[in-house]
């Protein structure tokens, strides 16, 4: 069984940066992508980014390309969102989810097969 543990969110000021970790228990290929999702407050969830484990392919969405930046650590089933410049926009709760079985990377949520319980980012401008 897969499980998926975010950690590293909090409270920042705007322009501040967080480093976003999830950590993946239970996988037994690579032929994974780790994504990103945001909900905030009355709002739909939204894909954020992603990174392929076997090839450490990204994609990000338009609205954080540029500032964010998805990285991994294989040896750790790992995966990071480095998150710069941030902005009370931002604020929301971020979800890890994992895409089992992938050839490709994809920002639709109903495509992840797992998902962590999110951790709270806050922003204050």
């Known amino acids: 069984q897969v499980q998926l543990l975010e950690s590293g969110g909090g409270l920042v000021q705007a322009g501040g940066s967080l480093r976003l970790s999830c950590s993946a228990s239970?996988?037994?290929?690579?032929?994974?992508?780790m994504g990103w999702f945001r909900q905030a407050p009355g709002k739909e969830r939204d894909f954020v980014a992603a990174?392929?484990?076997?090839?450490?392919?990204?994609y990000y969405s338009d609205s954080v390309k540029g500032r964010f930046t998805c990285s991994k650590d294989n040896a750790l089933n790992t995966v990071y969102l480095q998150m710069n410049s941030l902005n009370p926009g931002d604020t929301a709760v971020y979800y890890c989810?994992?895409?089992?079985?992938?050839?490709?990377?994809?920002?639709?949520?109903?495509?992840?097969?797992?998902w962590g319980r999110g951790t709270q980012v806050t922003v204050s401008s």
């Open positions: 989810a994992l895409d089992w079985g992938v050839s490709r990377i994809s920002s639709v949520e109903d495509d992840y097969d797992y």
């Open positions: 239970g996988l037994t290929s690579n032929r994974v992508a």
């Open positions: 990174i392929k484990l076997s090839t450490s392919s990204t």
